[in-house]
């Protein structure tokens, strides 16, 4: 018998949900917005379940984009998944953004010499960065960088990487100024669930799950908050 999870993503103004069978996307509902995931996120949910015709106990799974990302949209994402594992009593699959997004990007353009670099704004020239193989392998773990012209020419010093793939809503913002070649930029900008899917099937045969009640969200960056001044 197949495999279900339902995978969740809200990590940037993406908010997505996808119902996969053995890590291939069957149904997926998803709209870009810079507010109101919490809301849609529910309905999506109840959407796909009621398309597939399938009760949400008959889930094997459920998976979340754990980070890095928007501060708002991670806690309504695993928050929502935290509750339906519970409920449900299913396992929590956590999977990086980062690498789901570059999952897109190789899927879009597979070459198995190139290191896809997954660009995420952070705004200014900041940005979230993981760099992967097209085998997943990571080259370099996500991390919180100001893009400079030659951000990633070490990257090429990596046996084996003959190109790189820029993959993100940070690329435009940055391959005007970059001097690292070569370079390939994928059409893919940004997090989907349906890219989930594939990789939190493997975690899920690997039981690479998470705690239910202690897992957290991947900030990487803290928070942009901001203490109102007090009034005289």
């Not at 996120?41 to 990302?69: C, H, Y």
């Not at 897109?104 to 020239?125: C, E, F, N, S």
């Not at 435009?172 to 940004?190: A, F, G, I, R």
Request: net charge negative; proline share 5%.
């Amino acid at each position: 018998m197949a495999i279900k999870i339902l995978s969740i993503e809200t990590a940037t103004r993406s908010c997505s949900v996808c119902l996969s069978k053995d890590g291939q996307p069957w149904i997926v509902r998803e709209v870009q917005s810079q507010s109101g995931h919490a809301e849609q996120l529910t309905l999506f949910i109840q959407e796909v379940m009621k398309i597939a015709n399938l009760d949400l106990q008959e889930l094997d799974a459920i998976a979340v984009s754990q980070g890095p990302g928007s501060y708002t949209g991670l806690r309504i994402g695993i928050s929502t998944a935290k509750g339906l594992c519970y409920a449900l009593d299913k396992p929590l699959l956590a999977i990086d953004t980062l690498q789901a997004l570059a999952f897109g990007a190789i899927q879009d353009y597979y070459q198995p010499k190139a290191a896809y670099v997954a660009l995420m704004d952070a705004r200014r020239m900041d940005a979230y960065v993981g760099i992967y193989t097209a085998d997943f392998e990571i080259l370099k773990a996500p991390y919180f960088a100001t893009l400079e012209p030659e951000s990633f020419e070490e990257v090429l010093e990596n046996v084996g990487i003959d190109e790189i793939v820029l993959v993100g809503d940070a690329v435009e913002k940055y391959q005007d100024s970059c001097t690292t070649k070569p370079l390939k930029n994928s059409t893919v900008q940004l997090p989907s669930s349906k890219y989930l899917s594939w990789l939190a099937y493997l975690a899920y045969q690997a039981k690479q799950t998470v705690d239910v009640a202690y897992f957290e969200p991947f900030y990487l960056k803290k928070p942009n908050i901001t203490k109102p001044k007090p009034k005289f």
